[in-house]
């Protein structure tokens, strides 16, 4: 069964920083792309970032550019989100996902098509 657990949300101050992890478990690790993903309520699911476990090859949204950075711990399962110069508009629950790399790569890897989801967990930036 796949499982994919996030943790690490909480509540900052503005020009803060806050790492998340997505813990993946019941799949085989390296075949797989990891998304980062955030939503807001009433409006559409966002994609963050996304990282390929198999060569390390990542992705950003140009609005979390130079500030967040995805890496991926291939040991452990785990993926990793830092988010630096947090921003109020930064808000949002954010979800794992995941899916073969194969799916993903080559025009999916913002776009909420993957398989497999987390729970997600609640990141609050305030100004």
């Known amino acids: 069964e796949v499982q994919l657990v996030e943790s690490g949300g909480g509540l900052v101050q503005a020009g803060g920083s806050l790492r998340l992890s997505c813990a993946a478990s019941g799949f085989t690790f390296d075949d797989y792309a990891i998304g980062w993903f955030r939503q807001v309520p009433g409006k559409e699911r966002e994609g963050v970032s996304c990282?390929?476990?198999?060569?390390?090859?990542?992705y950003y949204a140009d609005s979390v550019k130079g500030r967040f950075t995805i890496s991926s711990d291939n040991a452990k399962k785990t993926v990793y989100l830092q988010m630096n110069s947090l921003k109020p508009e930064d808000t949002a629950v954010y979800y794992c996902a995941a899916d073969r790399i194969e799916e993903i790569l080559g025009g999916q890897e913002l776009q909420p098509e993957y398989d497999y989801w987390g729970q997600g967990t609640q990141v609050t930036v305030s100004s």
């Open positions: 990282i390929s476990t198999g060569d390390g090859s990542t």
